[in-house]
């Protein structure tokens, strides 16, 4: 969607990735097949780019800095941004060291911390401290008898978040430009066993919220270091208080429904501020909802994806496939927005529900 975003403003992007044949092959100017940790590769890239982004945070900073002073190009966001990030300990840490609103949260090395937390918040959200995403990493402990049986399937250094009580989940799409800061609509999103399911623009929220919400996530950008688009994860509280849940230094799938949804998609936004260029506006051009399209099976399988007529003419719809090969359970495949300027956002989201329910991969499913 970066390459996509970027070749009608005249950007060829080269993508390093393990993947032959990655699902931005098609779309991107070359591909270099190598890990994120592969030197030689990433001094190749280095060697043929201009500037260098990245959109996983299983990108190695200290790499990122060495190979790009040795070519002197330059890798926007900030890779030491990236450290804050890929450690979620150290990310919520540094948020509340910097006075910026976050869940109570405490450090778990082993079980008695765990059973700690849970008795102090009255039950946890267990976070892999790196590697997890998608909900992958993450287990609820309300019990503290489960703590042994939670470390394990978190499987390494973990922190414990207290639950939070809240009345939605929200997001920011931020980008920071060469001196300027533009923020999208907040919007709102809906998940279920901690997968994005769908985001809703704008948000079903008051006014003083949604004013909350882009404040503090206008003091995340001015935390971080680094040009480009960041996706700023939020949890509105029942009292109408915002807290900082997650914040990935990339565009973000909460961000998906700007490529119909505004003026400047925030891939677009991405490719402008890591190049130094004027940012575009971040404005909505009408209500707009997108939907996840996920794994529906129960084994890895190819993926074909059936039903995809039924998006494919339906009104105001906009159909995105990733191009991956294989399916698996719920893993994201895709998405498609609807987007509406005659509609409202709960009949947009009980639209988009109802086309998701005519889309399977299993080969069983009956038309």
Known sequence: ??????????VEVVVLDPTPDCPAAPVARDQIVGGFDDADALAELAAR??????EIELADPDL??????????????????LRTIEDKLEQKQAYADAGIPVPPFRRVD?????????????????????GGYDGRGNVPVQDPADAADALSAVGGPAMAEAFVD???????????GRD????????????????????????RTTEDVAARADEVARDVLDFLDGRGVYGIELFETRDGEILVNEVAPRPHNSGH???????????????RAVLGWPLGT???RAPTVTANVLGDVEDPQDATLRGVDGVLTADRAAMHWYGKREVRPLRKMGHFTLSDADADPDTLLARAKELRDGLTFREDATD
């Open 64 to 81: 990122l800095d060495r190979v790009a002073d040795e070519h002197g190009v330059g890798v926007e966001p900030a890779p030491d941004t």
């Open 282 to 284: 971040a404005d909505a």
């Open 1 to 10: 969607m970066l390459a996509e975003a970027a070749a009608p403003l005249g």
């Open 257 to 271: 429904w700007t490529i119909e949804g505004s003026s400047a998609s925030q891939f677009e936004q991405h490719v």
């Open 166 to 176: 809240f009345a939605r989940e929200l997001s920011v799409i931020g980008v920071v």
């Open 180 to 203: 300027e800061v533009r923020t999208f609509p907040v919007t709102e999103t809906i998940h279920r066993e901690e997968i994005l399911r769908e985001t809703v623009v704008p948000a």
């Open 110 to 130: 082993d079980e008695d911390d765990l059973r700690a937390a849970v008795e102090a918040f009255g039950g946890v959200m267990l976070k892999a401290r790196t």
């Open 49 to 54: 780019a201009d500037a260098l982004t990245f």
